[in-house]
């Protein structure tokens, strides 16, 4: 099963690896998603796997078509198309064409899983004579969502119908913009003979990914939540939406740097700050591109903040933030703005603005005093941290 898309991709294939787990072994390609990294993953292939979900990058014109003969998939899914790599492709057409090279190179006997409230994906059904199966809030969808809800601090709850039964399905997920997500892997799963209970009490189980919506809770303190693998401009409403939708007696949100977009920097960094403004208490916009604000700063007194450096920032916070405080950080990769996290829990070492690193700090050796990491020492495996709105995504 190969999953594409301008969002979503890993959490629908940490979801579809949950959901084929279930069944038999099952091998998950999330984060190196590039044909290298899928070449690597075939080597280290096991006899014994039964499925394989990998996710595969768009990244550049000719990706997919190079990874997927590599792949040589059976099952294509395709999530969203937005405007990540918008500097490699220029408009939404042009990304949506090259992710549909999965679709147009399923063998006889494949199956497309598209989501039917894109149209730019829907019509990539014209690419296959192989069986389709759609997902999505549209009446003609195969997998259809019912109604749903997400107001933070609860999770995403929703209700699913396959035409033959009707099942609420509550997530662990956060915000409604995961929907498609867990619509696509249920969708999928099904296609392949799992029945729609099994795939609901999948999904079920499955946390938000690090970094990509999750939830950290700071004992007497905030409650953190990271989205800090990439941002590119197409899904900071769907940020402002999750944070405006909350239930928190105070809601701050901490913004780095932006990517994929068009026209002046300035110009929409500041449509940001007055998007989130409307729903926040605070905003925070650190790093180099803080300064886009800057004209903003005098009529936003107490509420509006531009910091040069992340230390900055996670001092003002760790010195001002309040008991059952939210706090939703929105950042590329490049930001490594997790280490406001990380300072919560244990001083750390590294402030580096600038890093060139391309894995997440919890796995580098350098973010505490000798050595020490946040997982179980230094991994280089670990996935790429590839929200820079350069490098695959």
């Known amino acids: 099963m190969a999953v594409t898309g301008s969002g979503g991709k890993s959490t629908t294939v940490a979801l579809l690896g949950n959901i084929f787990s279930a069944v038999g072994p099952t091998r998950i390609g999330v984060g190196f998603n590039t044909r290298y990294g899928v070449a ?42 937005g405007t990540d790599h918008y500097k490699e492709f220029r408009s939404k057409e042009a990304i949506a064409d090259e992710k549909s090279a999965l679709v147009a190179m399923l063998p ?50 929703l209700t699913v119908t396959d035409r033959n039964q009707t099942l609420p399905v509550r997530t662990r997920l956060i915000g409604e913009r995961w929907i498609t997500s867990v619509l696509a892997a249920i969708a999928c799963g099904q296609a392949l003979g799992i029945d729609l209970q099994t795939c609901i009490h999948a ?28 941002a590119p401009l197409w899904t900071m409403q ?48 650190v790093g180099q591109s803080s300064e886009r604000v800057a004209r903003m700063l005098p009529d936003n007194k107490d509420r509006l903040f531009a910091f040069a450096s992340t230390k900055e ?33 244990a001083p750390i070492r590294c ?22 990491t946040r997982r179980t020492g230094f991994n280089p495996d670990a996935p790429a941290n590839t929200g820079n709105g350069a490098s695959a995504a």
Request: with cysteine; hydrophobic share 40%.
């Open 108 to 157: 006889p006997g494949g199956t497309a899983v598209l989501n039917a409230d894109d149209p730019l994906v829907l019509e990539m059904a014209q690419k296959t004579n192989e069986r389709v199966v759609t997902f999505g809030k549209s009446g003609a969808a195969d997998i259809r969502v019912v109604d749903h809800c997400s107001r933070f601090p609860e999770r995403l709850h």
């Open 351 to 372: 402030w580096v603005e600038s890093c060139r690193k391309s894995f997440a700090c919890d796995y580098c050796k350098q973010l505490y005093e000798h050595g020490r």
């Open 238 to 285: 769907s940020s402002i939406d999750m944070v405006c939708d909350s239930t928190s007696l105070r809601r701050t949100m901490v913004f780095g740097t932006i990517s994929d977009y068009a026209g002046s920097s300035s110009q929409k960094y500041r449509r940001i700050a007055h998007a989130a403004l409307g729903v926040c208490d605070r905003v925070l916009f």
């Open 313 to 345: 920032a996670s001092d003002f916070l760790m010195a001002t933030a309040l008991a059952g405080e939210l706090i939703y950080i929105k950042s590329s990769g490049i930001d490594h703005l997790e280490r406001i996290l990380y300072q919560w829990r």
């Open 203 to 230: 999904v079920e189980a499955q946390e938000p990914s690090h970094g990509k919506d999750s939830v950290h809770e700071i004992e007497d303190g905030p409650t953190i939540i990271l989205d800090t693998v990439k």
């Open 40 to 81: 690597r993953s075939i080597i280290r292939a096991r006899r014994s796997d039964r499925y394989w979900v990998q996710e595969v990058s768009g990244h550049e014109a000719g990706a997919v078509t190079l990874t997927a003969r590599l792949l040589r998939h059976s099952v294509a899914v395709v999530t969203t198309i």
